[in-house]
């Protein structure tokens, strides 16, 4: 591991403690599948330096290739909105976001924002698990004629994500996955021998 992918895990993992970002306990994810742990990075906006500190870890990810080919950037809800809001601002990319459900009012779109068919969508998200919340957002830009060939997400928590989106043909970008995470906060003893294998017996890749 690189001594700057190493010092960006470093940081990262003190992020998450000072904002109790990390929870053990038991935990209904939004795949729905349970889990003894959960990262809420929804809290971070809360804290504007840890915040600030976040987008310059997804900035590291958005290199000028993959900004490149993309015309747009999607938020996931929620938390996928704040961080891909800030990025396509800081960018001067235009921004979209996904919507959970289809309004029952107006158009009825699943996205709010322009999206002209054919456009090129970099999908931006927290945490990702199984792909689902990933999936279904990929599903409405593409059923209104956006192309997504690329998502980017903080962590990937390394439960099988990457490979559902790699078949819808998506590559997924991640600036650190949870088995780095565990193996860095075990070496800080930030967690505990059992709290680690916790982590590591729900790593599926």
Request: glycine letters at 8%; proline letters at 2%.
């Amino acid at each position: 591991m690189s001594k700057q992918r190493e010092h960006g895990d470093e940081e990262l993992c003190n992020i998450l403690l000072k904002t109790g970002c990390l929870k053990f306990g038991t935990f209904k994810l939004a795949s729905g599948m349970l889990s003894s742990y959960y990262i809420d990075l929804r809290l971070i906006p809360s804290d504007p330096e840890a915040f600030k500190r976040v987008v310059a870890f997804y900035s590291s990810l958005l290199e000028a290739t993959l900004l490149n080919r993309v015309r747009r950037i999607a938020g996931i809800p929620t938390a996928g909105i704040a961080y891909g809001a800030v990025l396509a601002f800081n960018f001067a990319k235009p921004f979209i976001y996904t919507r959970k459900e289809v309004k029952e009012h107006g158009r009825g779109r699943r996205i709010e924002g322009v999206l002209l068919p054919g456009d090129k969508v970099l999908v931006i998200d927290d945490v990702i698990t199984t792909g689902k919340n990933v999936m279904e957002a990929i599903d409405a830009i593409r059923s209104e004629g956006g192309l997504v060939e690329d998502a980017v997400v903080l962590l990937d928590r390394q439960q099988g994500g990457e490979a559902n989106l790699k078949k819808l043909g998506v590559r997924l970008h991640s600036f650190s996955t949870m088995r780095r995470v565990a193996d860095t906060l075990l070496a800080q003893g930030s967690i505990d021998e059992a709290q680690h294998k916790e982590i590591a017996s729900q790593i599926v890749s």
